[in-house]
């Protein structure tokens, strides 16, 4: 067992972007294990938009990051000490362990991960928590049939990604909004979306209308701001809208909705959700996408940089659309 670790903890809020200055590198002592304890080296860490909610002070669904505890975020790795009879030593697990080298878990939120089929990396993307929120959205709220047009924001991201392949397994004609030319061509060509609309392009408007020439049933909103208002523009007829994420909104700029009055005109159907409270779903919607993936009909892609200590540029490029796919930090040579 080793005698230290290194974590990074959050210094200070942020007053607007998050800089470098509000996370910090701290080496600690390593504990001694409890009875029904864990030690797990972690492998990879998942950065997800998520967490620069939790790092305000603002009232919300869960608490907020504490000050100089070790960041939040989901985990991979493995047990190299136990003293709970379920996890034995050298099992793959997954928990949310933080920006940390190592982790203690009393084992409550710790799951044993097959890696026989399915990447370690992949429990934290396309088989985790993003797949999930893919899943639980386009499934549960947008309910989608075939011939739908499904409009889907940050549509290369981690969850944006499993949506539109979500959708085209559906048989929906599917369209992406994503942010570059690459990144478009990658959800058109790659992932199977029949088109795709660059926000950065400067006629998001005009462009999406051209996109969905019969309007649109479903949106699976990531981003907010622009996108939804661009989506909400097309919307037919009782269209659905799942809301996961508002990361145009993350750094404290409000997000007005353009288009509200079509929430009546077109008795629409919004709905937020945080996937977290729906975990009565999760073996399902896992062991659907586990298959998927192990069968190649549903593809992934990941940025990963390397070494604990650039989480945080790799967090604030995330939260800019620097990545693209999953973004995690790999923690193992």
């Known amino acids: 067992m080793p005698k230290t670790f290194r974590r990074i903890v959050m210094a200070s809020r942020p007053r607007g972007p998050v800089t470098a200055e509000n996370f910090r590198m701290e080496t600690v002592d390593m504990r001694p294990l409890d009875d029904g304890e864990v030690l797990v080296r972690n492998h990879y860490l998942s950065l997800d938009p998520y967490m620069r909610g939790r790092m305000s002070s603002a009232k919300s669904y869960a608490a907020s990051q504490q000050l100089d505890h070790t960041m939040i975020g989901g985990t991979v790795g493995q047990v190299v000490a136990s003293r709970n009879d379920y996890f034995k030593v050298g099992e793959f697990v997954g928990g949310m362990l933080g ?17 026989t089929r399915i990447p370690l990396s992949a429990y934290l993307g396309v088989v985790g928590m993003p797949g999930m929120a ?10 989608a049939a075939a011939g739908d047009t499904v409009v889907v924001s940050a549509a290369s991201g981690a969850v944006g ?14 369209v ?7 990144k478009c061509e990658y959800v058109v ?52 809208v ?19 009055r079509l929430l009546l005109l077109n008795r629409l159907t919004l709905r937020g959700f945080i996937v977290t409270e ?3 779903f999760w073996q399902q919607g896992l062991q659907e996408l586990a298959a998927l993936v192990a069968s190649h009909q549903i593809k992934y892609r990941e940025t990963v940089a390397e070494g604990l200590a650039a989480a945080p540029q790799a967090f604030m490029g995330l939260l800019q659309g620097h990545n693209f796919g999953k973004q995690l930090v790999k923690l193992i040579s």
């Open 99 to 115: 920006w940390a080298e190592m982790g203690v878990s009393d084992g409550v939120l710790l799951r044993k991960l097959d890696t």
């Open 134 to 143: 893919a899943w639980y959205g386009f499934n549960q709220i947008l309910e």
């Open 161 to 174: 990604s499993v949506v539109g392949q979500l959708a085209r397994l559906r048989g929906c004609r599917v």
């Open 176 to 182: 992406g909004i994503a942010g570059g030319a690459e």
């Open 189 to 240: 060509k790659q992932l199977g979306f029949d088109a795709c609309v660059d926000h950065k392009a400067g006629n998001l408007e005009a462009d999406l209308a051209a996109a969905t020439p019969e309007g649109v049933d479903a949106i699976f909103e990531n981003v907010g701001g622009a996108c939804l208002d661009a989506a909400l523009a097309r919307t037919n007829a009782y269209a659905r």
């Open 242 to 260: 799942a809301l996961c994420g508002l990361i145009a909104g993350f750094d404290g700029k409000e997000l007005p909705i353009k288009h509200s």
């Open 278 to 280: 729906h975990m009565e």
